[in-house]
T-cell receptor, first 115, second 113 residues
């Protein structure tokens, strides 16, 4: 069925380096994608979103890239800091029945920032 | 900064018992959601709620589950007869519009013994 998935379950980077987390999706009709960060014992926290009419969006130290041709999106974190250590989920905001929206999450990537 | 709150933070119950998980969404939000996350797994959608009725529900949200907005602030998830496999983190979320950012609460850890 339709799903959002992640390429790598874990990623370790040195503090100060850039991080890239990847995500593939299978529903070509998906039009809205979000990256969430989840720290241990907490709920998902919104990082950045992108709609299908864009291919790039930048926030503070984060950039999301969307390639609709290959149904792939990525999250880039610049100058990774220890506080960035968390699980990162991509999610699709979809309307399976055409009206009400819901989030479909990928399986998550554990980012570990090394000192 | 407004936030979604959830109580209790941890609920332990016996199999077969009823539990009610409580959420207070952000006050001006109109759309409400429940998600669950089994330990080590991804977050799964359970149900969405708008205008005092369920908008969408997943296969997980069977007859044992119900939601209610009993007043202008609370949004509850009830599990009538809990099963061992209901053990999970349950997250409430809300947003001001269906295509706006969903804000998540800190979650309730449900443990069914």
């Amino acid at each position: 069925g339709e799903s959002v998935g992640l390429h790598l379950p874990t990623l370790s980077v040195q503090e100060g380096d850039n991080s890239i987390i990847n995500c593939a999706y299978s529903n070509s009709a998906s039009d809205y994608f979000i990256w969430y960060k989840q720290e241990s014992g907490k709920g998902p926290q919104f990082i950045i979103d992108i709609r299908s009419n864009m291919d790039k969006r930048q926030g503070q130290r984060v950039t999301v890239l969307l390639n609709k041709t290959v149904k792939h999106l990525s999250l880039q974190i610049a100058a990774t800091q220890p506080g960035d250590s968390a699980v990162y989920f991509c999610a699709e905001n979809i309307a399976p029945s055409g009206s009400a929206r819901q989030l479909t999450f990928g399986s998550g990537t554990q980012l570990t920032v090394l000192p | 900064e407004p936030e979604v709150t959830q109580t209790p933070s941890h609920q332990v119950t016996q199999m077969g018992q009823e539990v009610i998980l409580r959420c207070v969404p952000i006050s001006n939000h109109l759309y409400f959601y429940w998600y669950r996350q089994i330990l080590g797994q991804k977050v799964e959608f359970l149900v969405s709620f708008y205008n005092n009725e369920i908008s969408e529900k997943s296969e997980i949200f069977d007859d044992q589950f119900s939601v209610e907005r009993p007043d202008g602030s609370n949004f509850t998830l009830k599990i009538r007869s809990t099963k061992l496999e209901d053990s999970a983190m349950y997250f409430c979320a809300s947003n001001v519009g269906a295509l706006n950012e969903q804000f998540f609460g800190p979650g309730t850890r449900l443990t069914v013994l």
